[in-house]
Every structure is written in structure tokens, then in C-alpha cells.
């Protein structure tokens, strides 16, 4: 059973550029939730989807946006990079059935912005 | 607004000893807690979870207690070990299933 994938694992970008993170999650969950770790920080909560909707979004400028497909993989877009964006990226999957909807991670995005 | 504070780090200890990392919220209502841990160049795994007040979350030698008095989940092993190296992450889940973490405790384990 895999859990939850992320690519790419490290990315390298100029500031102003746009950047597309790609998330696949664990099986049998529907919910995918993108998360923001800056380096020695915990990880700030940008978004989650559900059902191909923004279902909640976090204190992110409208630079970040997402997508949620029909199989649950999702998308995290970032325009206009600034130097600040660098950080890694995780996405988290859960699942919308009965209870806490326990999260899990996946290894994450590196992303440097230059 | 809603927060998670945690013992600052990072905490040094031999191996074999007995391991506390504080952790204590704020927030409305009684919202699930989680311990998360992450590896050096990894994402977060999740460790335990307790879901109401007073319950005990375990795994792998490692507890935590729901404490709605104190507003507290500390983190506890009994004997450490080198392998157990790593950043520990208090989070609770806040309405709508968005998880707030606090800035996590570096653990390093000697031998």
C-alpha cells in the first residue's frame, strides 16, 4: 500500500517564476491538505481539498492556488516567486469517512527560490 | 487565536534516559492532538494521537496524555535511543481538519 507521494523531491527556481507541485495521496483517502515548512519552523497549513473544491484555506496570498483531480492527486501552484517561498512543501492526505480525519505526510517538495 | 507552544530545544540526553517535551495549546473546545516526528531530510510521520480528554496516545514507546485541565499533551519515552534523534511536532486539528503545529523540539540522543 503506498503512502503518499510527492514530486519533485528538490526544485530550483528564480524569483518572479512559477512552480507546480505535485501530490498523489495515500489509498482510500479522499482529502489532500498542503502545508509550508520553512526551515527550523513547523509547518504552516496553506489549503485543503476535498471533492475538487478548496474545502479551507490558510493565511496565504492568492499566489498560491491548487487543484484537486477526479482520482484525489492534487496540485500546488506558486506565481510570481519570491525569495520567501523557499521552503518545503508537504502535502498531507486524509480521509473524510467517520472521525478525525488523521493526516499523513508525504517526503516533501524542496523548493529554493534564487 | 488558536497555538501550539512546545518546549524549546534542543534537548540533549544519553541513551537510556527518560525523555519529556512539553506541549501545551490553546484553542476552542477539545480538539484532537498529535505527535508528529521528522527525520533528518524527511517529511512527518505521525507517531500518536489522542482524540478526547484523559486519553492516552502510544506508540513505539513513546505516550502522551490528553490533559484537558492543564491544556497539555507532553510527550514521554521511558529510555531513549540513538535511533530516536530527530524533530518532534505537537499539532492539534482545529475546526475544518486543519492541523496547527507548534515549532517543534530538536531531540539529539548521545551513545
Known amino acids: 500500500d503506498a503512502g503518499v507521494t510527492q514530486s519533485p523531491t528538490h526544485l530550483i527556481k528564480t524569483r518572479g517564476q512559477q512552480v507546480t507541485l505535485r501530490c498523489s495521496p495515500k489509498s482510500g483517502h479522499d482529502t489532500v491538505s498542503w502545508y509550508q515548512q520553512a526551515l527550523g519552523q513547523g509547518p504552516q497549513f496553506i489549503f485543503q481539498?476535498?471533492?475538487?473544491?478548496?474545502?479551507q484555506r490558510g493565511n496565504f496570498p492568492d499566489r498560491f492556488s491548487g487543484h484537486q483531480f477526479p482520482n484525489y492527486s492534487s496540485e500546488l501552484n506558486v506565481n510570481a516567486l519570491l525569495l520567501g517561498d523557499s521552503a518545503l512543501y508537504l502535502c498531507a492526505s486524509s480521509s473524510a469517512t467517520g472521525g478525525v480525519e488523521t493526516q499523513y505526510f508525504g517526503p516533501g517538495t524542496r523548493l529554493l527560490v534564487l | 487565536g488558536n497555538s501550539v507552544t512546545q518546549m524549546e530545544g534542543p534537548v540533549t540526553l544519553s541513551e537510556e534516559a527518560f525523555l519529556t517535551i512539553n506541549c501545551t495549546y490553546t484553542a476552542t473546545g477539545y480538539p484532537s492532538l498529535f505527535w508528529y516526528v521528522q527525520y533528518p531530510g524527511e517529511g512527518l510521520q505521525l507517531l500518536l494521537k489522542?482524540?478526547?480528554?484523559?486519553d492516552k496516545g502510544s506508540n513505539k514507546g513513546f505516550e502522551a496524555t490528553y490533559r484537558k485541565e492543564t491544556t497539555s499533551f507532553h510527550l514521554e519515552k521511558g529510555s531513549v535511543q540513538v535511533s530516536d534523534s530527530a524533530v518532534y511536532f505537537c499539532?492539534?486539528?482545529?475546526?475544518?481538519?486543519?492541523?496547527?503545529f507548534g515549532a517543534g523540539t530538536i531531540l539529539r540522543v548521545k551513545s
Open positions: 499539532a492539534h486539528m482545529e475546526y475544518g481538519n486543519k492541523l496547527v
Open positions: 481539498y476535498y471533492e475538487e473544491e478548496e474545502r
Open positions: 489522542a482524540t478526547k480528554a484523559d
